[in-house]
């Protein structure tokens, strides 16, 4: 498929960190992104905490910029679009909707905002379209004028979802939108956005640290480690055969836990390193169950397979299914 | 689409600041600073109505009549009389108007410098950030009073200059709390949304921020415009405020020190309503910090 709307070559970004008085040092959230994502199919992100799923995000959104490489949005480079073009094409729902959305502001004047900030429509048209908006996204009409402090998690994370495909985006990009909100809300919010992407055939990165969100609404699944993608596929390849020791490790904990066993960890005795100092060789070694002791540590892994994706040295390459996984150990 | 999490909302919507309204209303010192600094405002507006004596007319046969709680007062004065003759209460009336001039003109002043210092260095942080912390630091290693002596020794006095030279050197605090608290917001995911809908610098500024940052920015008013009152009435009091003919309290206490061990009300008078003033201010913003830190509500 040609039809690529999201591209990235070889995208870094780096944070400076240290005060004024501390040295000076270099943080590399990403460390070399290579990602495509065709039109109308939706790519889970996932990976722990701190491996820059969100910096990548924000990245494509525009409002951090890569420090090197080429970030391809509808075939322009990023930089190319003016602030309003960039938000026609490219919207995003984060992850706390206590925090996304300006307490200081009605649920009206909220989803109608990318509408006043192009100066599209007349406030009476931009009412209608809003109303129009909050129904799509299940809000309840009596809530068009209250304050965020006066909705449920649910209901804030519908109004951040209307503010984002009112201006009709090509692409949305969504950063872990069900991990604030409770077990029972999470799956309605996931179904509105499946309805809606395909409604809308909206181009979509659903970022999640946990794989079971990504299975039900991602065609592809890339996981990221340590600033960097170690694996992308098909959705189904990569829960039936995930080839990266990390992922399999992820994929165990996706498995419910039997009723009075303990929860599922991930099976990685190591912390997760620092961003600020990666470990040598392949990041992953000193968690990898995988680990040969010599060639892990000294090179680092680049991407092998076609479709599918992955950088390892010793890759999981038996079929490896949840049934198999799900073996108690104890 | 059904809604499990549908909740009862309220069938009219309180915009957060009328619910913090709400809630200082029922904060009892809100109540009674609140009450003394509007008494004291209105006295000030309403000075010809409430008194018939000219505060600048002097009667030299009418000097130093005591106020009307000693033996020798007197109605018609019924705070007495200056060394000049002049009636006292209405030179305490018309001195408010030129001591709450001198502090609100000044707040402004030093409010919009601060907050725009303050602001730009919280939200784009970085260069900005540390120029205008230099700034700051320098602001701070003034000795106001030091200062504002010397310009006002310099230059001649009047009231223009006197507010500018207090707004252009109390605006240290505003820059420092803006500062912080817009630091708190900017990585808030609202302001990320507003970049990501395609806001403009200004209105992610004016809409997004400065909304949410009015609770301190009330508080360091309040603190300020205490201060502006006090320093002006050091000022005059050295001899460097406000000019005859105009009054105010602190040009009073000045006038009166002379009487100090023989006339001791005539300091007291203007002193104790510079003292009320000021705590009323203060109580007003004490209720208003009690009532916009539970942020978590908004
Ligand atoms: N503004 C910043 N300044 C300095 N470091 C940052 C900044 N933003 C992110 N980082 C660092 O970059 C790394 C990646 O952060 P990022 O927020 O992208 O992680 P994440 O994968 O989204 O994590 P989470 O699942 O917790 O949201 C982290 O180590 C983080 O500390
Ligand atoms: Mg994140």
Not at chain 2, 139 to 151: E, F, H, K, M, S
Request: overall charge neutral; proline content about 6%.
């Amino acid at each position: 498929m040609m039809d690529d709307v999201l591209v990235m070559q070889g995208v870094t970004r780096d944070y400076p960190v240290g005060g004024a008085f501390a040295k000076k040092r270099t943080l590399r959230a990403l460390r070399g992104i290579d990602l495509t994502v065709s039109r109308g199919r939706t790519l889970g992100l996932v990976g722990e905490s701190g491996c820059g799923k969100s910096t990548l995000a924000k990245v494509l959104l525009g409002v951090e910029e890569a420090t090197s490489g080429t970030v391809l949005v509808d075939g322009h480079p990023i930089e190319s679009y003016g602030r309003i073009e960039r938000a026609k094409l490219i919207q995003p729902v984060f992850q706390d909707p206590y925090s996304s959305l300006n307490p200081r502001m009605t649920v009206a004047s909220i989803i109608g905002a990318p509408l006043q900030v192009r100066g599209e429509g007349t406030g009476d048209s931009r009412r209608k379209r809003v109303e129009e908006v909050a129904g799509e996204v299940g809000l309840p009409r009596h809530l068009i004028g209250a304050y965020p402090s006066q909705l449920s998690g649910g209901q804030r994370q519908r109004v951040a979802i209307a503010r984002a495909l009112i201006g009709e985006p090509k692409i949305l990009i969504c950063d872990e939108p069900t991990s604030a909100l409770d077990v029972s809300v999470q799956s309605q919010i996931l179904n509105l956005l499946h309805r809606l992407k395909q409604e809308l055939n909206l181009t979509m990165i659903l970022i999640s640290h946990n794989l079971a969100v990504v299975h039900h609404l991602a065609d592809e699944v890339a996981v990221m480690y340590l600033g960097r993608i170690v694996e992308h596929g098909p959705s189904q390849a990569i829960f039936d055969r995930a080839h990266h020791p990390y992922s399999s490790a992820l994929l165990k904990a996706v498995l419910p836990p039997r009723p009075g066993s303990r929860l599922p960890e991930l099976g990685l005795e190591a912390e997760f390193p620092s961003p600020l100092n990666p470990p040598s060789g392949c990041p992953f070694h000193p968690r990898c169950s995988n680990d040969d002791g010599t060639t892990c540590h000294e090179i680092d892994p680049e991407p092998s397979g076609t479709s599918h994706t992955y950088r390892c040295h010793h890759p999981d390459n038996f079929t490896q299914t949840a049934a198999q996984d799900q073996a108690p150990a104890d | 689409m059904t809604n499990i999490e549908q909740t009862t909302a309220p069938s009219v919507a309180l915009s957060p600041g009328r619910m913090t309204l709400h809630r200082a209303l029922r904060h009892v010192s809100f109540w009674v600073g609140g009450t003394i600094v509007l008494a004291i405002i209105l006295a000030a507006i309403l000075a010809p109505a409430i008194t018939s004596h000219d505060p600048a007319i002097q009667d030299l046969a009418q000097r130093y009549i005591p106020p009307v709680w000693t033996e020798k007062g007197s109605w018609d004065h019924v705070l007495g009389t200056d060394n000049l003759g002049r009636d006292y209460f209405a030179r305490l009336l018309y001195g408010a108007r030129i001591s709450l001039l001198i502090g609100f003109m000044t707040v402004l002043i030093s409010g919009a410098i601060g907050t725009a210092l303050g602001v730009c260095a919280g939200y784009f942080g970085g260069w900005a950030d540390m120029i205008i912390n230099f700034v700051i630091t320098i602001r701070l290693t003034l000795p106001v009073v030091l200062v504002a002596l010397v310009v006002v020794a310099l230059v001649g006095s009047s009231l223009t200059l006197l507010v500018m030279v207090i707004g252009l050197l109390l605006w240290d605090r505003f820059a420092i709390v803006v500062r912080s608290a817009t630091q708190q917001l900017a990585h808030r995911e609202y302001i990320t949304s507003a970049a990501a809908i395609g806001s403009s610098t200004w209105r992610i500024l004016f809409k997004e921020i400065l909304p949410n940052i009015t609770g301190p920015l009330i508080v360091v008013a309040s603190i300020e415009l205490a201060h502006a009152v006090l320093l002006e009435a050091s000022l005059s009091f050295l001899g460097l405020g406000v000019q005859p003919p105009q009054v105010s309290w602190g040009l009073m206490v000045a006038e009166a020190k002379s009487q100090l061990l023989f006339r001791p009300w005539m300091i007291a008078v203007p002193g104790a309503a510079l003292v009320l003033l000021i705590f009323a201010i203060n109580l007003v913003g004490d209720a208003i910090r009690d009532v916009t830190t539970p942020e978590g509500k908004a």
